[in-house]
């Protein structure tokens, strides 16, 4: 006779170690969309951008810009998040993501950790607005609420 604990039904999360292994190896990952997301952002900002004036007119009109906000541009918003300024700064979010992204999605399921990535991304924008910086961009907030979850 074992001494295991039954699986968790569907969308109920699993928090014995045997559940998480299962779940690192076999399951479609959010974090890796994520991640995917953003490279993805970042490469067609590059892309479009003739030289580093056209990338910084592009990180104008889609960064969070809490003075734009304000008249109404919300989208900056979600936008903010997915863009990166440098690609160190994509590098550093992409390989803290991999690893706690695929730790929180292990314990809590993919929908769970996709909804906490774009509550801690609003959070983060919202910090950022009410410290009174200026311009942002990148996940870091998403990131630091992943971190947060573990």
Do not use: K
């Amino acid at each position: 006779m074992t001494n295991r604990q039954p699986a968790p039904t569907d969308g109920e999360p699993g928090h014995n170690l045997l559940d998480i292994e299962a779940r690192l190896r076999l399951r479609p990952s959010a974090t890796v969309v994520i991640t995917l997301l953003m490279l993805g952002a970042t490469c067609w900002l590059r892309a479009v951008a003739a030289d580093q004036a056209d990338v910084e007119r592009l990180l104008l009109r889609f960064a969070v810009m809490p003075s734009q906000m304000l008249g109404g541009e919300l989208w900056r918003a979600v936008t903010g998040t997915w863009l990166h300024e440098s690609w160190i700064h994509l590098l550093v979010n992409i390989v803290a993501l991999v690893f706690a992204g695929r730790l929180v999605e292990a314990l809590y399921g993919p929908i769970r950790t996709w909804l906490l990535f774009a509550l801690s991304a609003l959070g983060g924008t919202i910090g950022t607005t009410l410290a009174g910086v200026t311009l942002s961009v990148g996940a870091s907030g998403a990131v630091f609420g992943l971190l947060a979850a573990l």
